[in-house]
Each structure stands twice: as structure tokens, then as C-alpha cells.
């Protein structure tokens, strides 16, 4: 009676299969043959963990980005990109990383911007769109991946991201109105619908998540004039929200001619009435009753208290699945043999994820009784949970209480401090750095691994991460860098490694879920109250500074990003985990400064990630996510210099607040924009030090020493060029020495260029 469907499942593979697929094509290890394999591997076996569902989603697969797909099926490929030669496939990793895996060298481009998938730490590449784009059809990936489903027993439905999703995620490059590319494109999904129909698809999931979103009445009338050009279609068609409410959107929704609409019921439960109200009566209601972003299990039998009477309303006209695609999602918890047994009772990851969809379905329809034991075990665990003693701690509560508006300011302003940081410091006009990390060499993570599983002392492991901080502090030494960093050897994670030596949290061996292509992020687990039992990074930065005169910086994740990057608890604001956060780091910094680091980095990458979808929310959010950030931070002297740092998010709409965080020295993105980020400063004269990143480490490519220096150039137009720093524009732990090295001495010869203009300009 009920339809069960999933919207999207995690593409990487239990074990990261696609993650090692795609580096050992990249670099030359496998053929494409072999890495096209692994995709139509994982592709059958994702199918198979489907297979208890009515619907399974086709086209959810993607071997480097979901939206980079989409432009490849519309036939959005930047010039510079498709007039070169080589197969699809070799395009497609052009735009997503710079070169394909043929490419030299002397064969790249420039790679797509990168930006976050709305409020998640997925990142999409953007589309790219001029006046005169021209869209046409090449639908052979997704006809493909529905021939192999069909091998299969599952029952299909494609997925796509809409028309109006489409041209809001993508960016206009000489100024043009997306908008007004809606009605040439309609006609390519018009084509698509037509294609995937005939192929015997009765529904298409058609995503359109800006429907969460604070519409204007352009982009809302585009929505009205997409679905009904859409609605002649011979597919059915499922118009997909998620990650937030409707509110003002709601009845728009509910009006467009789609044959059903998926809601996300965990953050827009209080709207399930009116939309049972005003949906028409020929239109399913899919409603989103599972976590499709957070790893807790369901509470099953309050979920069914709630969904009992709306089932009795719709029967058949009511669908259950997951809030959102999976993708935010580990695989699978049965693989985790060495978490607490406790809480892994209390976790569910993907494919549990769908047995409680099923598990609810069956309840509904069929009647409790028939699942009364998997309703059992499931409420035993989620009253183990509410009831532990492990979760709360009345110290960390009792100092959260106790936080008072001092604690985030500095004991002087801005124009104070710099001048005493550039006396102690004495660096040069555009001095260098780097964001923290260095490349993680197959040794180090062998030497961590070793360490872990009890093969190596404590004193064995020590010489080894000191042995790698020498190479890496000697290596920027012979760079001529000038504000070094300790290179992070000993870490596996930036949040998660902070995550390890806090109360609180809890970790997975398996529990990766994607960030963006190969790069996978294993989110650690806030369970409880947090705690610093002990200092976490002084010893290393202190062994770091203590092997050369320079400036070494303290590397830190600040409280907002540790938050947003783990898998945080659901029984209490998240505020208040931020402030537990806060205080944790503060006292960290503290310790530092007390060793005599001289500059400190807390880095806030994920920030502008957080803030919630709609506008009139983000005062709240941003109130106490800076709030935190300045606690962490000011507990120092004037001395003692503040660096934050933020990556591929657009912050032109909250550069207020990031200057009201009043770090000294602020690090960002911009080198894949070129320098489009900082047009935030046209109209706000931030205050304080900037660096924008001018080396794009996530592409394979070196940037030469005259990009780098016009790249400043640029920068220097918008922000006084004596306060600016040159860096990459994040940590360089993915990439290898045989990049970094030649990429930073073309960012020091840059700086060294930019100081002699200046002296010779003056």
C-alpha cells in the first residue's frame, strides 16, 4: 500500500573503492576500462542494497560530482575545456580537477569552480553559463545506467536535478541573467523526459531543492513556467525538496503539475498538515521520515504516532524514504567491529537507514504487530540513549553557564595589535605561508596506521613525526617561506583529530562519507557533553618552533567547523555543543600562547557551510557561530596573532559578521573564482589582514609565478596591499611534494616580485 524509494545512495563504496578507482586512474596506475568497472561494480551492488525498496534511484552514481553530471547530459562544457582533444570522460575530469589523466603538465586548464551543495560539506562544481550558452542533449550516461539496472530486479527511477536548481547552482561569467536561459533549456529536459519514457521509466525523481529556499518572484515564476512546459511529459514526475522547509514556498509546490512531491519530513514536519490539505488529490505526498544527514536511529514508534493518521488520510498516495539522498551518509554500521557497543546501538548509516523506511512502511500498512520486534529492539536503543549517563556532564554544562561577553573580546583593537604583532614578528610586505597541512605521504600514514594497531611505541612514533616535521619545517626554510607550519604529520583528519582527544565524541573505522570527487571525510561522532582532558597539538608545535627562528603557527579547527564537519548530537541546540566546542579550543590557544607560539590559526572553514538556508534565520546562527569562534580565539595578548581560515563558500552575503569575528589575519578561496570572492570588498572595507588563496590545491596543476602575481594584483585593488599575505587557498595534505614544491617557490618568487613593485612604485 505504501511506496518505498530512496533519493540517492553513497557512491564511494563501503571501503572507498571508487575513491582508490579514481587516483590509480589519475595517475596512470589502471586503465579508464578498469575504472569505468569499479563504477558499474558499485553501481550493481548499490542496486542490490536497494532491493527490499519499491523504487531504487538510477542516475545517483557519479564518478566525480552529481551537478558536473548534469552540465555533461545539457552539453555545459566551458569552451576552454571542449575544444580540446581526448574522450567525454577525459573532458569531464578537465572541469572537475584541471587535467585528465592523459594531461601533462604542460596540458592542463583551468578547473571548475568549486563551491558547497547547498547547506552540507558536499561540494559541486558550478555550472558556468554565458548569454550566448547553447544546451543540447547527450543523455548516454544515465540510458546506460539504466540498461544495467534493468539487469537487475529493481524497480527504477531516474534521478536529475531540475531545470530551476539547475541555473541557480550554476554562475553567469560576463554578467548575463541565468534566468533568461530557462526557455532555451527547457526544451533539452523536455527531450530528456521524452528519452527516459520511452525507455519504460514511469517516474523521474526531479530534484529542486531551492524550493527551501527564500525565493524572489523570477525565481518562483520560473519554477510555474519549468513544470508546466514539463508536464505533457510521459514520465511521471516526483518534484524532490529537502534540508529545509517550505514556508512561503509551499503552496507554489503544492500548485506545480507533477504527478508527486517529496518534502523533507525531519525539518519540515510542521508543514506535513497543510500540505496533506492542499496537495491535490491525484498527487502522492513523499514524505522524507529518516535522517538522510545525521547518523542517529529513527525513534520508529514516535515516528509512527505521528504518521498514522496521515496514512489513514492518503493510503496509497503516501510514500516513505530517507529526507534526502544518502550521500551524506556512511554505507553501512554493520561494518563497524570496534566502536562502543553502546553507541553504535544508537547509530543508523545508510543501509540501516532504509530498513527503517521499510520497517515504518510495513508498520503502517500491514500493522505494528507484523514488526513488533524490530519496533522493540529499535525503542530499547533510543531509551539506552536518553538515558545514559555517559552523554551528560553537569562540569562542561555548568561552564558554558558560566560564559560572559568578555570572553570574546580581545584586550585591545585591531589597529593596536597589528602594530605589536609586526614589531615581534618583523615580516616582510606580503609575507607567505601556507594554510597547514603537507602532503601525507604513503610513510606517514603507515606510521599512524602502525601506531594504532600497537605496533609502534609511543617514543618509536614520536621520532617519526619528528623526523617529518624537521623535513617539512627544512623544506619551507629552503622555500624562504616566512610563517612556517608544523605540517601536520601527525594528524588523519582536521576535525577528527581534534574529535580524538576530546570527551564527548566517539569514531568510526568506515563511516566515510564523500566531500567532493575522491576526497572522503570520516565525520567523528558528538555523542555527549565536551571536554578537553589535556593539551592536544602544544607538544608538536612546540617541538616545530623549537627547530627554527621563524614564526611557527599553531594550527587549529575552530569550534564552529569541528561542529559542522561531525555528526552532532539531536537532543540539544547546537549552540550549545559549539559553546562546549568554544571553551574546549580557547583553552587550547591559551596553552599555546603559554608555550610561546607567536601565531595561532583556528580555522573556520565551514562557517558560511552553516548558515541555514533561509535569510531570515541567519542572525540566530550567526550570533552565536561568531560568538564561538571569538571565544575560542581572545583569551590571548595583543601580541599573539589570530589567523582564521575559510574555503569555497561564497561570503559576500555575511562579510560583516566575518570581519566581526576580528581575526587578525583571515585566509579564503579565491584562486578557482580568480578572485571573484573578493568583490565582497568593493562595498565593505574589511579592517583587518587578508590572504587570498592564489594556488588551487585541488587541482594537480602548478600555478606559474605570473598568474600568481596578477592574481595579488587583483586583490590589491580591492584590499590595501600592506595587508596582504600570499598562500594556497587551503592545506595541502591531498597533493604530493613533487606539486607543492615548484607550486610554493613560485608563490614566494610572486611575494619577492610584488615587494619590488612596491619599493620601486614608491
Not at 300 to 324: E, G, I, M
Request: glycine residues 6%; negative net charge; hydrophobic residues 40%.
Amino acid at each position: 500500500m505504501i511506496t518505498t524509494h530512496n533519493l540517492g545512495f553513497p557512491r564511494i563504496g563501503a571501503k572507498r573503492e571508487l575513491k582508490f578507482a579514481q587516483e590509480d586512474y589519475w595517475k596512470g596506475r589502471i586503465p579508464q576500462e578498469e575504472l569505468l568497472k569499479v563504477g558499474a561494480e558499485l553501481r550493481q551492488r548499490h542496486w542490490r542494497n536497494q532491493s527490499q525498496l519499491d523504487l531504487v534511484p538510477v542516475g545517483d552514481f557519479s564518478f566525480y560530482d552529481q551537478v558536473l553530471d548534469m552540465s555533461f547530459t545539457l552539453g555545459v562544457i566551458p569552451e576552454r575545456v571542449s575544444r580540446l582533444q581526448g574522450d567525454e570522460l577525459d573532458n569531464y575530469f578537465r572541469v572537475a580537477r584541471g587535467r585528465s589523466a592523459q594531461d601533462s603538465d604542460c596540458h592542463c586548464v583551468h578547473a571548475g569552480e568549486m563551491t558547497k551543495w547547498f547547506d552540507t560539506n558536499y561540494h559541486y562544481i558550478v555550472p558556468e553559463f554565458t548569454a550566448d550558452t547553447a544546451f543540447s542533449l547527450n543523455p548516454s550516461r544515465l540510458l546506460a545506467e539504466i540498461a544495467e539496472a534493468k539487469q537487475t530486479s529493481a524497480k527504477i527511477k531516474p534521478v536529475i536535478i531540475g531545470p530551476v536548481t539547475y541555473l541557480w547552482l550554476g554562475k553567469s561569467k560576463d554578467g548575463s541573467n541565468k534566468l533568461d536561459l530557462l526557455e532555451r533549456l527547457l526544451p533539452v529536459y523536455a527531450a530528456l523526459l521524452d528519452v527516459l519514457a520511452s525507455q519504460g521509466v514511469e517516474w523521474v525523481q526531479i530534484d529542486e531543492p531551492i524550493l527551501v529556499t527564500e525565493l524572489d518572484a523570477s525565481w518562483r515564476y520560473a519554477l510555474n513556467l519549468a513544470y508546466h512546459t514539463l508536464k505533457s511529459s510521459k514520465a511521471k514526475l516526483l518534484l524532490a525538496t529537502y534540508f529545509g522547509q517550505l514556508q512561503d514556498n509551499l503552496q507554489l509546490a503544492c500548485e506545480l503539475p507533477v504527478g508527486g512531491l517529496h518534502v523533507d519530513a525531519i525539518n519540515g514536519r510542521a508543514e506535513i498538515g497543510k500540505l496533506i490539505d492542499w496537495l491535490p488529490s491525484h498527487k502522492v505526498l513523499s514524505l522524507g521520515v529518516v535522517n538522510g544527514r545525521n547518523i542517529w536511529k529513527t525513534d520508529l514508534n514516535q515516528t509512527l504516532d505521528w504518521l498514522q493518521p496521515v496514512y489513514d488520510k492518503l493510503q496509497s498516495r503516501l510514500w516513505l524514504a530517507p529526507s534526502c539522498s544518502l550521500l551524506h551518509s556512511p554505507v553501512d554500521l554493520d561494518s563497524e567491529e570496534k566502536m562502543d557497543a553502546e553507541i553504535k546501538s544508537w547509530l543508523a548509516f545508510a543501509l540501516q537507514k532504509l530498513d527503517e523506511v521499510k520497517i515504518l512502511a510495513t508498520a503502517l500498512s500491514e500493522g505494528r504487530n507484523t514488526v513488533a520486534e524490530a519496533l522493540q529492539e529499535n525503542q530499547s536503543c533510543v531509551d539506552s540513549r536518553k538515558g545514559s549517563s555517559r552523554v551528560h556532564n553537569p562540569a562542561v554544562k555548568e561552564a558554558v553557564e558560566a560564559i560572559t561577553a568578555d570572553m570574546g573580546d580581545r584586550r585591545s583593537d585591531y589597529q593596536t595589535r597589528a602594530a605589536r604583532q609586526a614589531q615581534r614578528l618583523q615580516l616582510p610586505a606580503f609575507p607567505t605561508t601556507t594554510i597547514g597541512s603537507f602532503p601525507q605521504t604513503a610513510d606517514i600514514r603507515n606510521a599512524r596506521r602502525r601506531y594504532r594497531q600497537g605496533e609502534l611505541q609511543d617514543n618509536e612514533y614520536r621520532a617519526l613525526m619528528q623526523q617529518e616535521i624537521e623535513r617539512c619545517v627544512r623544506e619551507q626554510e629552503s622555500l624562504g617561506l616566512d610563517v612556517l607550519v608544523h605540517g601536520e604529520a601527525e594528524r588523519n583528519d582536521m576535525v577528527e583529530y581534534f574529535g580524538e582527544q576530546l570527551d564527548g565524541y566517539v569514531f568510526s573505522q568506515f563511516g566515510w562519507v564523500q566531500s567532493y570527487g575522491s576526497r572522503c571525510v570520516k565525520p567523528p561522532i558528538i555523542f555527549g557533553d565536551i571536554s578537553r582532558p589535556q593539551a592536544m597539538t602544544v607538544e608538536w608545535i612546540k617541538y616545530a618552533q623549537s627547530l627554527t627562528d621563524r614564526p611557527m603557527k599553531g594550527m587549529l579547527t575552530g569550534p564552529v567547523t569541528i561542529l559542522n564537519w561531525s555528526f552532532v548530537r539531536d537532543d540539544q541546540p547546537r549552540a550549545l555543543t559549539c559553546y562546549q566546542l568554544a571553551l574546549a579550543i580557547r583553552a587550547e590557544v591559551q596553552d599555546l600562547e603559554r608555550a610561546g607560539v607567536r601565531v595561532i590559526q583556528i580555522d573556520e572553514a565551514a562557517l558560511r557551510e552553516g548558515l541555514p538556508l533561509r535569510r531570515a534565520q541567519w542572525r540566530e546562527y550567526l550570533q552565536w557561530a561568531v560568538s564561538s569562534f571569538r571565544i575560542a580565539a581572545n583569551g590571548v595578548g595583543d601580541e599573539t596573532q589570530i589567523h582564521t581560515h575559510m574555503c569555497y563558500s561564497e561570503f559576500n552575503d555575511i562579510i560583516e559578521a566575518i570581519a566581526g569575528m576580528d581575526a587578525d589575519v583571515i585566509t579564503i578561496e579565491t584562486s578557482r573564482s580568480d578572485m571573484e570572492l573578493l568583490d565582497a570588498f568593493d562595498n565593505f572595507k574589511y579592517p583587518n589582514e587578508i590572504g587570498p588563496g592564489v594556488y588551487d590545491i585541488h587541482s594537480p596543476n602548478i600555478p606559474s609565478e605570473t598568474h600568481i602575481v596578477q592574481l595579488m594584483r587583483k586583490a590589491a585593488e580591492r584590499i590595501p596591499a600592506h595587508r596582504l599575505w600570499v598562500n594556497p587557498d587551503c592545506g595541502l595534505k591531498t597533493r604530493n611534494w613533487e606539486e607543492v614544491r615548484p607550486a610554493l617557490q613560485n608563490m614566494v618568487n610572486a611575494a619577492k616580485q610584488l615587494r619590488a613593485d612596491t619599493v620601486a612604485a614608491a
